[in-house]
């Protein structure tokens, strides 16, 4: 099985920064993208910033130029840098990739999902 964890999230007021880390671990054949998403209370699951396996990214216009994310192919991470942060940033993050997994003779390729971390903004 694969699994994903998420850490960094935490309480901080308007206008500071946060890094948030996620690790993807188990019977991993290979990644492709990888992305971090958020869901605020009563709203919808939305993506905040993606990156493919060769770099390429993609960001949610309400952060783009306050967040980058980065990844590291050898290590099955990915990163969310996180800056001038405002409240309604306020949210649980998930981290989210495709995985790509062998075993009998086949390959799979899902989504896998992490637990989520919590980020509060404070006004």
């Known amino acids: 099985q694969v699994q994903l964890v998420e850490s960094g999230g935490g309480l901080v007021q308007a206008g500071g920064s946060l890094r948030l880390s996620c690790v993807a671990s188990g019977s991993i054949f290979s990644i492709n993208g990888m992305g971090w998403y958020r869901q605020a209370p009563g709203k919808q699951r939305e993506l905040v910033a993606a990156?493919?396996?060769?770099?390429?990214?993609n960001y949610a216009d309400s952060v783009k130029g306050r967040c980058t994310i980065s990844r590291d192919n050898a290590k099955n991470t990915v990163a969310l840098q996180m800056n001038t942060l405002k409240p309604e940033d306020t949210a649980v993050y998930y981290c989210?990739?495709?995985?790509?997994?062998?075993?009998?003779?086949?390959?799979?390729?899902?989504?896998?999902w992490g637990q989520g971390t919590q980020v509060t903004v404070s006004s």
């Open positions: 990156i493919t396996s060769g770099g390429n990214t």
């Open positions: 989210s990739a495709e995985v790509r997994t062998y075993g009998g003779s086949h390959y799979y390729t899902r989504d896998y």
